[in-house]
Each structure stands twice: as structure tokens, then as C-alpha cells.
T-cell receptor, first 115, second 109 residues
Framework: DVKVTQSSRYLVKRTGEKVFLECVQDMDHENMFWYRQDPGLGLRLIYFSYDVKMKEKGDIPEGYSVSREKKERFSLILESASTNQTSMYLC??????????????FGAGSRLTVL | RKEVEQDPGPFNVPEGATVAFNCTYS??????FFWYRQDCRKEPKLLMS???SGNEDGRFTAQLNRASQYISLLIRDSKLSDSATYLC??????????FGSGTRLQVQP
């Protein structure tokens, strides 16, 4: 089974803090994604990466950055956390560029609260 | 306008009922379509792909209407374990999927 592991299930941070959310997958997948999920808004794409050191902006990249130094690891960084970044963050991965690329395997999520 | 629109529900149905969800999309360039399922406090998981000719997987039937830009999911003989949020998902060709906000189904005993 593909496993996507997110380092923290629950985090509480203060406004202005730098926050790192880590995601690791163990199936040699090329593609990795960060979404946030909010009630009534569904999943919104923040950033994605289809290769090491490559990154693409999603629909809501403002206030976030990402890092992919190794194929298995994709980190989401909040340079200066704000209260409107309180959310559930979901990491996902998929393999290849064909149909398999559309089969996302998600991590369990990281619930971030910014006070 | 949102790229993907879904009725949020909840749809409350008795066990054994047939229930259908629709989803409309605005990007006519959308290439592939899917239904994902998300259980309460869990991550989304792929339920099924949606093909132009329509496809069935057990009690679940998915249909695509490109002319009207909507997809549907039909669940027959609902089970308590079908209670979940059903997410309509598109591939618009940018190498990342676009998710709807989901339709919540509650199957009652």
C-alpha cells in the first residue's frame, strides 16, 4: 500500500511564526501536492511538484512556499503564519503522467490552528 | 463562478434507498473526471473514474454528460457504510486535480 505520511496531525502556532509541514511518500511517486480543506470551500490546491526541485503554483499559493529536495519529501512552509491560514492541510502523491497521475493517495492531514 | 459545483447536502436517505448526486463544471477543457469519497475526519480516497460511456462498479454508477458539463453518481441499495462526503474531481490538464466541495450523504437505519 502506498503510504503518505504527514509529520504532524495537530499543530497550534502563533501569528507570525514560521511553520513547516512535512510530507513523505514511500512509493517513488513523481507527483506531490499540497491542498488545504476548509468547510464549504472543499480542497484547494496550494502548490504541486512533478519532479525533484520543481514546483508549480496552485490556486492559492499566496503566503506559502514549498520545497522538494528529495523525491519522497515535499514540505509546505508558512513564512509568517496568519489566522486565515488556520485549516486542514492535506498532502497527496501520485505516479506518472498518464491515468495513474490522477489516482491521488492522501496523507491523514495536518490540522493547523494559528492564534 | 467555481470550477466545480456540488450541492453540499446533506442527503438523508434510509437504508436501501437509491440516491443520486450531480456535479457541474465550468471548464470545457476538462479531460478526466472522478468521484472521491471522504469519510468523516479521514482523507479523501478514489471511489471511481467517470468515463464518457458511463461506468458501473457494483452499486455505484457514474455518468458524464460533456454537452451539459455535468457528471453524476448513482448509489443503489444504500448501506450505512455509504455515509460519507462525495467529492467531484476534474483533471483540467494542468497535472493537478480540481476538487468540488463535496456532497454529504447520511444513510439512516
Amino acid at each position: 500500500d502506498v503510504k503518505v505520511t504527514q509529520s504532524s496531525r495537530y499543530l497550534v502556532k502563533r501569528t507570525g511564526e514560521k511553520v513547516f509541514l512535512e510530507c513523505v511518500q514511500d512509493m517513488d511517486h513523481e507527483n506531490m501536492f499540497w491542498y488545504r480543506q476548509d468547510p464549504g470551500l472543499g480542497l484547494r490546491l496550494i502548490y504541486f511538484s512533478y519532479d525533484v526541485k520543481m514546483k508549480e503554483k496552485g490556486d492559492i499559493p499566496e503566503g506559502y512556499s514549498v520545497s522538494r529536495e528529495k523525491k519522497e519529501r515535499f514540505s509546505l512552509i508558512l513564512e509568517s503564519a496568519s489566522t486565515n491560514q488556520t485549516s486542514m492541510y492535506l498532502c497527496a502523491s501520485s505516479g506518472g503522467t498518464g491515468g495513474g497521475a490522477n489516482v491521488l493517495t492522501f496523507g491523514a492531514g495536518s490540522r493547523l490552528t494559528v492564534l | 463562478r467555481k470550477e466545480v459545483e456540488q450541492d453540499p447536502g446533506p442527503f438523508n436517505v434510509p437504508e436501501g434507498a437509491t440516491v443520486a448526486f450531480n456535479c457541474t463544471y465550468s471548464n470545457s477543457a476538462s479531460q478526466s473526471f472522478f468521484w472521491y469519497r471522504q469519510d468523516c475526519r479521514k482523507e479523501p480516497k478514489l471511489l471511481m473514474s467517470v468515463y464518457s460511456s458511463g461506468n458501473e462498479d457494483g452499486r455505484f454508477t457514474a455518468q458524464l454528460n460533456r454537452a451539459s458539463q455535468y457528471i453524476s453518481l448513482l448509489i443503489r441499495d444504500s448501506k450505512l457504510s455509504d455515509s460519507a462526503t462525495y467529492l467531484c474531481v476534474l483533471d483540467t490538464g494542468r497535472r493537478a486535480l480540481t476538487f468540488g466541495s463535496g456532497t454529504r450523504l447520511q444513510v439512516q437505519p
